[in-house]
């Protein structure tokens, strides 16, 4: 069996958008930061989100039933470690932003490339983690500005310039090109 460490350091290599995903209920108000979120299907439009299940997030999200995925700009990368922090009470890291709801009242985060909100729709457990399969019912996108990606354990900024130069560089490596 593969350790954890190992595991840990092979994903390490493995980019991903950086996300605070939001709830909102009888539970209370939610949030945390993650990165284990997927497409799962876009008929009918479904993410999958990962939360720890010792993450006090993991409870309220599955009492209230909703979550938002805001999706950061670079821009937002305070924010992304503010909502990191498990310590800090969860109106202080409400107030570090502007906030409004979509359709199901779960926060949609001002600034953000895309806000997906969803209700939960099934819940399955793996190991230390809970896998919530979202039904996206409404979504805002936020032209413009640089993505926040994790990668190698740190932050980082992609944006529309170094996939232009890349194209400009490298024209068979670009979306929409073949090579001859």
């Known amino acids: 069996m593969l350790d954890k460490s190992t595991f840990r350091d092979a994903m390490a290599g493995?980019?991903?958008?950086?996300?605070?995903?939001?709830s909102d209920g009888a539970a209370g108000l939610a949030g945390?930061?993650?990165?284990a979120v997927c497409g799962v299907t876009d008929e009918p439009p479904t993410l999958l989100v990962c939360i720890n299940r010792s993450s006090r997030n993991n409870a309220a999200f599955r009492a209230n039933g909703t979550l938002?995925?805001?999706?950061?700009?670079?821009?937002?990368?305070?924010?992304?470690?503010?909502?990191?922090t498990g310590s800090l009470p969860m109106t202080e890291r409400f107030a570090a932003a502007q906030w409004d709801t979509l359709v199901t009242g779960a926060p949609v985060l001002h600034g953000a490339l895309a806000s997906l909100d969803c209700e939960i729709e099934s819940v399955t457990e793996v190991g230390t983690h809970t896998v919530f399969f979202c039904a996206v019912k409404a979504?805002?996108?936020h032209v413009g500005g640089d993505a926040l990606i994790y990668y190698g354990r740190h932050y980082h900024r992609v944006g529309a310039r170094s996939v232009h130069a890349?194209?400009?560089?490298?024209?068979?490596?670009?979306?929409?090109t073949h090579a001859q």
């Open 68 to 84: 938002c995925v805001n999706v950061l700009s670079a821009d937002q990368q305070a924010l992304a470690a503010h909502f990191a």
């Open 32 to 35: 945390c930061t993650a990165s």
């Open 166 to 176: 890349q194209c400009r560089d490298q024209p068979t490596q670009c979306p929409g």
């Open 14 to 22: 493995l980019g991903a958008a950086v996300n605070i995903i939001t």
């Open 139 to 141: 979504a805002h996108t």
